[in-house]
């Protein structure tokens, strides 16, 4: 009865080995081929992607084209004429000249700040404070 | 015959299964061990492809970055005659209404020998999308850059165009081909039955590398006003050709340069090769008048004469060495000063033969440059000629000084000018600005470069003193002058030379710049054999200048000498 019931235990754990294995060795191989088709299904849509840029890419160079021909002064020219917006360049009265910040803005306006400057309650900022702060 | 036992069919079977064996088991061990390495490489052959693909050309910008040039995706249309043959007047009726061409045309090429025939080239995508719709079989799609001038004609000169291989073949194009050229690149793949890439399996990759963007130093904006005063001086003058060039005295930028005839880069192959050339760099012709700057500049550089010095111009007629010299018109007594603005040839050729002598005079010819290339980044450019000392006959001394027996393109006077407008210095002109790459990172900037000093500041200021007259109502351009600003410049009208000899006909210039106290712009008009009458610089050459000078010192806001009174009274009203 002993010798037969070690004989059952013997059997079954050998099957249950084998079946382990065998799940085991299934279980590799469909994981292999689940993530071979998950490659092969990334690299589709990578695919994709690189043809969609490609597009894009080649869009924009179009539309870079077409901008730089609506910008272009023969085109505006044409439209300013086509449209009889009557434009015409302004006269030198009619234009405002700023200065920009620089030795011809020193000599012109620094001497008045300065005086201003020493008057406030605070001890005179030296000039090149002043010329920054403008 | 005794029938074969159970026994034996079993051992004739079993041998003969193991015949059959060994000998799979021999082709085997060949196919993969003694053929391997030559198999492989087939069955990689079948499956792989080397895809190269083309590195995309470089833009060019000018200066304020706006586009001048650039690369489109176009395709090539391709077939595969083996095939399209049995099909062939089908595919061509149905392709050709897309692809613009004749279906017997089409039939040949498509029942052509070989197995790779195009059909066509710049092909643009949404028809290839249209020709897909049709899925012919035995058709193929190449990727392909087609070059593209969204300006047209705009600086053509300047710009260049390219091959039908984008190979840059003239102008900018051409001369920085090494910068714009893209670097091709390839990617082997792995295509699956319907003949799609197997994404996953793309064994090797080395990605295109585009080609750098390069920025010119020319504004389109004064490009495009140089481009329509020439054009309008050419219909009102009808020359042969004619040029103008737009600088900055102080840097030697170019903003513009525009030559007539022009030609589109679009389609070059439509005009003729003389249009197609940069006649600013690539044209030498006698200067003329224009060439007293020389050896007047260099006679008050040496101090061997002043303003006020004075020469008798010998009422138009002057002996000298067997010749006779002549002034276009009769002047006694003039000063330095009033020789120039009077445009005198006696008194230039005096300046030349009595005080500054042809040693000297040679000095400064090849000082401001002529002889020499000016180095600018253009393809074509030729040196001018200017012989040396030892080839002077005794007639050179008198003739050089007024620009004759010596040859100079556009540009190397426009740079001689700037000179005199930049205190003495010479510039070495500039049209490229920057290359930069795909992120708008420079990776080389051209900077203003001093070539040498041909004369002092002071001979620049007493030369700009002069010159301002030729512009006034006394000198030989008072068209030229520009209302509120103070121009300095000088005429130039040089006969022409054919087939050996002086003929009636003028090239008429005009160089100048402006402000004449702080040059800002310098300006060169040059016209070749203007008709209908007038020919001299100052009347031909001098209104183009003023028409050209109005627009771009009120383009780029640069600041009247003298504000118009008449304006001053709107702006109190």
């Not at chain 1, 010798?3 to 059952?8: D, F, T, Y």
């Not at chain 1, 079954?12 to 993530?35: D, R």
């Not at chain 1, 006269?91 to 803005?105: C, D, S």
């Not at chain 2, 399996?201 to 590398?209: A, F």
Request: charged share 25%; with cysteine; glycine share 8%.
């Amino acid at each position: 009865m002993r010798s037969n019931r070690k004989r059952e235990s013997l059997r079954f754990g050998n099957v249950a080995k084998s079946l382990i294995t065998c799940l085991s060795i299934a279980a590799i191989g469909v994981g292999y081929v689940w993530q071979k088709n998950q490659i092969y299904r990334l690299g589709d849509e990578i695919k994709k992607r690189e043809t969609a840029l490609t597009a894009t890419e080649k869009r924009n160079t179009m539309l870079a084209a077409q901008l730089a021909q609506l910008k272009s002064p023969v085109y505006l020219e044409a439209r300013c004429q086509q449209a009889n917006l009557g434009l015409v360049a302004p006269k030198e009265t009619q234009t405002i000249r700023l200065l920009e910040p620089g030795p011809e803005w020193d000599a012109r306006f620094l001497p008045a700040v300065q005086p201003a400057a020493q008057k406030t309650a605070k001890p005179a900022k030296p000039a090149t404070k002043v010329v920054a702060s403008r | 015959m005794k029938p074969l036992t159970h026994r034996h069919r079993a051992l004739l079977v079993v041998t003969g299964l193991s015949l059959a064996f060994t000998a799979l088991a021999c082709r085997l061990v060949e196919l993969h061990v003694f053929r391997h390495t030559e198999l492989s490489r087939e069955a990689a052959a079948n499956r792989e492809q080397v895809v190269h693909q083309q590195g995309r050309r470089g833009e060019i910008r000018d200066c304020n970055g706006n586009l001048l040039a650039n690369s489109q995706s176009v395709r090539i249309v391709a077939a595969d005659p083996s095939i399209t043959t049995s099909n062939a007047p089908a595919i061509a009726r149905q392709l050709a209404p897309w692809l613009k061409m004749d279906e017997p045309v089409l039939v040949a090429r498509l029942t052509g020998p070989g197995k790779y025939v195009r059909l066509k080239l710049k092909v643009d995508e949404d028809t290839v999308a249209q020709i897909k719709a049709l899925k012919i079989k035995g058709l193929v799609f190449e990727d392909q850059f087609l070059r593209t001038y969204p300006n047209g004609p705009l600086a053509s000169h300047v710009i260049g165009f390219v091959d039908v291989d984008n190979k840059g073949v003239q102008g900018i194009e051409a001369g920085l081909d090494k910068y714009l050229s893209g670097v091709a690149g390839y990617e082997i793949i792995e295509r699956d039955r319907k003949g799609r890439e197997i994404r996953a399996n793309r064994d090797e990759e080395i990605g295109p590398r585009d080609g750098l963007n390069v920025v010119l130093t020319v504004d389109q904006v004064i490009q495009h006003i140089a481009e329509v005063e020439l054009e309008k001086a050419m219909a009102e003058f009808h020359p042969q050709a004619g040029v103008i060039i737009v600088s900055r005295p102080k840097t030697g930028e170019i903003l513009a340069m525009s030559c007539r005839p022009t030609f589109d880069p679009n389609n070059p192959g439509a005009f003729p090769a003389d249009a197609r050339r940069n006649r600013c760099v690539s044209d030498v012709a006698e200067p003329g008048s224009t060439f007293k700057i020389v050896v007047c500049s260099g006679a008050l550089n040496d101090g061997v004469v002043t303003l006020a010095d004075r020469f008798d111009c010998e009422h138009g007629a002057w002996s000298f060495a067997g010749r006779i010299l002549h002034d276009s018109h009769p002047y006694g007594v003039l000063s330095v000063e009033e020789i120039l603005f009077h445009s005198s040839n006696i008194g230039a050729a005096k300046i030349g033969v009595t005080k500054l002598g042809a040693a000297r005079l040679y000095d400064y010819i090849r000082a401001y440059g002529f002889g020499h290339k000016t180095g600018i980044d253009l393809p074509g450019e030729v040196s001018g000629i200017a012989h040396p000392l030892a080839k002077w006959n005794p007639l050179s001394i008198s003739r050089i000084p007024m620009g004759h027996e010596i040859a100079a393109t556009p540009l190397q006077m426009m740079m001689a000018m700037n000179a005199i407008a930049n205190g003495g210095h010479l510039m070495k002109p500039v049209i490229v600005k920057s290359v930069m790459d795909e992120n708008n990172l420079a990776v080389a900037k051209f900077q203003p470069q001093d070539v040498r000093q041909p004369i002092t500041l002071r001979a620049s200021l007493l030369m700009a003193t002069a010159l301002r007259r030729v512009a006034s109502p006394e000198g030989t351009a008072p068209k030229a002058a520009v209302k509120g600003y103070d121009v300095a410049g000088k005429t130039g009208t040089a006969e022409k030379i054919e087939n050996g000899q002086y003929v009636k006909k003028y090239y008429s210039s005009f160089i100048g710049y402006l402000p004449a106290a702080d040059p800002e712009i310098s300006i060169l008009v040059s016209l070749d054999n203007p008709v209908g009458g007038a020919y001299y610089g100052g009347s031909v050459a001098g209104p183009v200048f003023r028409g050209v000078a109005e627009k771009v010192t009120q383009y780029l806001a640069i600041p009247p000498q003298f504000p118009d009174a008449d304006d001053k009274k709107v702006a109190k009203l």
